[in-house]
């Protein structure tokens, strides 16, 4: 019988990428999804919890499904992700219209946990996390159903780091590497499948192998897959600036497919902040490190996460991660402000910047930064850019049909198709020459010059 599974995902792209295995457990038992809730059979929120808001926003979307459960006393809701991992059996006691809770390494044992609920009408919880150095199979990720050009392959799971403020090695748990051979395999059947662009993913993909003994450290991984014959674009992404290493860097000046772009979180400028955040370098390590990577790879775009309002940060702290902003002067930065986490080594310290202190250093933070983002997407007037087509723009109408994709450093470029015959599904994963004309706020907007 034909049933219909609604997913939300909350957060990073891991539980992207985990929302993709979630479908791909579901399928031999005939579950489709469906983006309407209303007509699920089953209703999955796959959660975030490495700031507060994330876990709230979940937690009130849950509560709006209630009414559908009174309807349909036969729909079964769930929550997957780091808040299930987090909280476990809790959860179903808290949260009554529940029927399942699971976490990330659990999600081939979601077909046998729904059975028991339609079955015997039991409410159940599984958040077993693999903790051991052996024994963990990666689930052989099928090319992701997202419709586009590009795509995401986990390369490591879990995190060794010990960042104060972060809740990711509690609900992820420790490092472990997927093999490189499986990672090539997966990225191979991708390009089969039509994928041009694949992101590599983990938490801290800077020190993946280091928990393996064949001796593959991230920067082969990145060779094998560079070397994987019509990948056209290479991405990666979480980077730890302790482990990014000058083998690692040099890997941008020669590898043909890995795109001039480079997200590497420093979260603090201030050197006692980022002792007390245990990150492991200080200002002036870090700077030395975007350093080496811009005079090694001209025009790479490199962006960064900012925390503030980390318990005990003063303004004189503060004034130190604005002084790093103008001294990078970074492409783009995702900035936050610091949100307690139970069971962090920093919670056990008072939460003690106001909090309209943090709203204030936030936008003090993004109006430094602007500056940068704006130069630099100055410098694109009149330039020809090479665009990977990933579909129509949010602005497209059907009067006025725009195509979207991405420069290999990562910027939207929306141009217009003169004929809306033509159809988008034969631009997706095509390489267009564009010739920006205008700079936004975000994006460039040109005009096509050629299709590759
Ligand atoms: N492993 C990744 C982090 C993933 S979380 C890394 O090391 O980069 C993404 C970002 O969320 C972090 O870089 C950090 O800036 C932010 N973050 C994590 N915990 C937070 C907290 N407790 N409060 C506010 N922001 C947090």
């Given at each position: 019988m034909q049933r219909?599974?609604?997913i939300q995902t909350f957060g990073c792209q891991m539980n992207v990428y985990d929302t993709e295995r979630i479908l791909q457990v579901l399928e031999p038992e005939e579950y489709a999804a469906t983006d309407d809730p209303s007509r699920a059979d089953l209703i999955l929120l796959n959660s975030c919890t490495v700031r507060?808001?994330?876990?709230?926003k979940m937690m009130s979307y849950l509560g709006s499904f209630a009414q559908l459960k009174e309807h349909n006393p036969d729909l079964l809701i769930g929550?997957?992700?780091?808040?299930?991992?987090?909280?476990?059996?809790r959860l179903l006691k808290k949260v009554p219209l529940l029927d399942l809770v699971f976490g990330p390494d659990n999600i081939p044992e979601l077909p046998g946990m729904v059975q028991r609920a339609r079955e015997n009408g039991?409410?159940?919880?599984?958040?077993?996390?693999?903790?051991?150095?052996?024994?963990?199979?990666?689930?052989?990720?099928?090319?992701?159903?997202?419709?586009?050009?590009?795509?995401m392959v986990t390369v490591m799971k879990g995190c060794n780091k010990n960042c104060a403020f972060c809740i990711v090695p509690r609900v992820r748990g420790r490092e472990l590497s997927k093999p490189c051979s499986e990672v090539v395999s997966e990225v191979e059947r991708c390009v089969e499948a039509g994928i041009r662009e694949v992101m590599l993913l983990g938490q801290n993909v800077n020190s993946y192998g280091h928990d393996r003994d064949d001796g593959i450290l991230f920067p082969d991984l990145l060779d094998a897959v560079d070397a994987v014959e019509g990948l056209e674009?290479?991405?990666?992404?979480?980077s730890h600036p302790w482990d990014c290493t000058d083998a690692l860097i040099d890997r941008f000046a020669n590898l043909k497919s890995l795109c001039e772009y480079f997200h590497l979180p420093v979260q603090s400028g201030s050197n006692p902040v980022l002792e007390r955040m245990r990150r492991g370098y200080t200002f002036d390590e870090y700077v030395e490190r975007a350093d080496r990577i811009r005079s090694t790879v001209p025009g790479l775009h490199l962006t960064t996460d900012i925390i503030v309002g980390f318990p005990g940060e003063t303004e004189e702290d503060f004034q130190r991660t604005i002084d790093l902003i103008h001294r990078v002067e970074y492409d783009g930065i995702y900035a936050f402000k610091y949100s307690e986490r139970t069971g962090t080594k920093a919670s056990q310290w008072e939460d003690d910047v106001p909090e309209a202190v943090k709203k204030?250093?936030?936008?003090?933070?993004?109006?430094?930064a602007d500056i940068y983002r704006k130069q630099r997407l100055a410098t694109y007037a009149d330039q020809v850019v090479e665009v990977l087509v990933e579909g129509p723009a949010k602005a497209s109408k059907p009067t006025q049909p725009q195509l979207s994709g991405r420069t290999r450093t990562n910027v939207v470029v929306n141009f217009p198709v003169g004929n809306a015959a033509l159809g988008t599904w034969r631009w997706k994963g095509k390489l267009a020459q564009v010739r920006v004309k205008r700079v936004l706020q975000h994006s460039l907007y040109g005009e096509i010059e050629l299709v590759q």
């Open positions: 219909f599974v609604y507060e808001k994330a876990e709230m929550v997957a992700g780091c808040v299930a991992q987090q909280e476990g059996e039991e409410r159940v919880s599984l958040t077993k996390l693999h903790k051991k150095k052996k024994g963990y199979e990666f689930m052989a990720g099928k090319p992701m159903v997202t419709g586009k050009p590009s795509t674009r290479l991405r990666f992404t979480t204030e250093r936030l936008a003090r933070v993004f109006e430094a």
